[in-house]
């Protein structure tokens, strides 16, 4: 089993700042990718960013310049999210892909961005 743990998440005014991290424990092999989605209310739940261990970032048109993904030290990812809009409001996963491609996902956490 592998357990992800985000963290992080609330209610912010539009314009302010949130910082999402995520914290893999269990029966870790080696982690290709990690990499955070988020799902609005009626819609699908879509990418957002992922890095790899080459550090290597992708991002969502719609975020970027606003936000940042980073790895920590102990299979800690984070996500930066800065100039938040209430269309950033879902709510948001954390995802891991290993060597053996094997997807893992946290339970996800809220956040909302009011007007």
């Known amino acids: 089993q592998v357990h992800l743990v985000e963290s992080g998440g609330g209610l912010v005014q539009a314009g302010g700042s949130l910082r999402l991290s995520c914290a893999a424990s ?48 102990a299979n800690t990812v984070y996500l930066q999210m800065n100039s938040l809009k209430p269309e950033d409001t879902a709510v948001y996963y954390c995802n891991l892909v290993n060597v053996y491609s094997y997807n893992y996902w946290g339970q996800g956490t809220q956040v909302t961005v009011s007007s």
């Open 26 to 73: 269990g029966s870790i092999t080696s982690i290709n990718v990690m990499g955070w989605y988020r799902q609005a209310p009626g819609k699908q739940r879509e990418l957002v960013a992922t890095i790899s261990t080459g550090e290597s970032t992708n991002y969502a048109d719609s975020v970027k310049g606003r936000f940042t993904i980073s790895r920590g030290s």
